[in-house]
């Protein structure tokens, strides 16, 4: 069949129509799957800076040398921990809760829990104010201080 004839039976009006239809598509698809991925990512990074700060502000608690420099260290570590995880500055926050008095009392316990709000990308900050769209992000992490623990002052 000649291309004349075919455009006579009316297949000519359709030529190209397929790609266009696809590219489309693809868009109309892939946009929303990216922006998906997108807020997955953002998430899990929240989740690993708060179970990595909620770990480490232990870590440095339950090894200082009194309870005055105790908390500073926690939250000095914690604040790397959330910077890593690109939650600069006040973006997140370690509560600490002693069940002894002082806080560094041998076998005692000592629970860190740290918060994030995450908020989802590429949103306006005009609309954040009239729709919540950040998600928290909370982990806790209890550490027991050592039993034979020494040089307290």
């Known amino acids: ?9 009316g297949g000519g009006a359709e030529d190209g129509s397929a790609v266009v239809e696809f ?38 608690f339950v090894t200082a040398e009194s309870d005055q ?10 604040r790397i921990a959330f910077e890593d995880q690109g939650f600069p500055g006040g973006d997140g926050t370690v509560a600490i809760a002693c069940a ?4 560094l009392t041998p076998d005692a316990t000592v629970t860190f829990t740290a918060t994030v709000t995450v908020p989802l990308p590429l949103i306006p900050s005009f609309a954040r104010d ?13 550490l027991t ?9």
């Open 145 to 153: 201080i050592d039993r034979f623990r020494e040089g307290l002052g």
């Open 100 to 103: 002894a008095s002082p806080c």
């Open 69 to 78: 420099s105790a908390s500073g260290r926690a939250q000095a570590a914690a």
């Open 130 to 142: 009239v729709i919540p769209l950040e998600i928290p992000v909370t982990s806790v992490h209890a």
């Open 23 to 60: 590219v489309f598509l693809a868009v109309l698809l892939l946009v929303p799957l990216i922006y998906l991925t997108m807020m997955i990512a953002r998430v899990q990074a929240g989740s690993y800076a708060v179970a990595q700060a909620a770990r480490e502000a232990g870590r440095a």
């Open 1 to 9: 069949m000649s291309r004349a004839s075919r455009r006579d039976a």
